[in-house]
């Protein structure tokens, strides 16, 4: 009796690999400058980047520095999952630009929302306490001390997970769910 068995589907670290080894220089490029824009869109505002313009009344905490970098990468690699490969003039699916024939955007893209409330939750969770307006205007100087800077950690932890699971429900999109390639329509 031969009995055939279907192989087992990749768990989400072997699909996450395989879009990752799909990526094209632009997209790795891409994430890279994005990690950097992200970097610095948090980094100075929260003084973890010293600067003259912003100005922070409680020292930074050792945890914020890899809490902020690991959220950089993340929100850069995904941030760079919306960035389509460059198609070759001529080739089956090209069009202008590189954008495919028919592409929209999609209506709920609930990834990029979570990964949008990780990067926010990474703001609160990095900066002063005392400096940020929102839990000095709710919890008073004193309640920002005793409240809400030991839910700091918490909250960059939980940016963390939204970010990287943002960006492996969209890396496992990009596998699970290819987007065929349309043919160009000739122009005539």
Do not use: H
């Amino acid at each position: 009796m031969n009995v055939a068995t279907q192989p087992a589907a990749p768990g989400p670290v072997e699909t996450v690999g395989v879009a990752l080894r799909s990526w094209t220089p632009r997209q790795w490029v891409a994430a890279g400058l994005f990690t950097v824009a992200f970097a610095l869109l948090i980094g100075i505002p929260t003084v973890l980047i010293p600067n003259p313009v912003f100005g922070r009344e409680i020292p930074v905490v050792a945890w914020n520095y890899p809490a902020w970098i690991a959220t950089s990468v993340l929100a850069g690699m995904l941030a760079a999952t919306y960035v389509r490969p460059r198609r070759l003039a001529g080739a089956p699916g090209a069009v202008d630009g590189g954008a495919l024939a028919g592409d929209a955007p999609d209506e709920v893209d609930r990834p990029s929302r979570l990964g949008m409330v990780g990067g926010v939750l990474t703001w609160f969770a990095v900066g002063c306490p005392v400096c940020n307006k929102v839990a000095l205007l709710a919890l008073g100087y004193s309640g920002a001390l005793t409240w809400f800077a030991p839910v700091q950690p918490y909250l960059a932890g939980v940016a963390l997970l939204l970010t990287a699971g943002a960006l492996v429900v969209r890396l496992r999109g990009q596998v699970a769910c290819p987007v065929p390639a349309v043919p160009a329509v000739p122009r005539g």
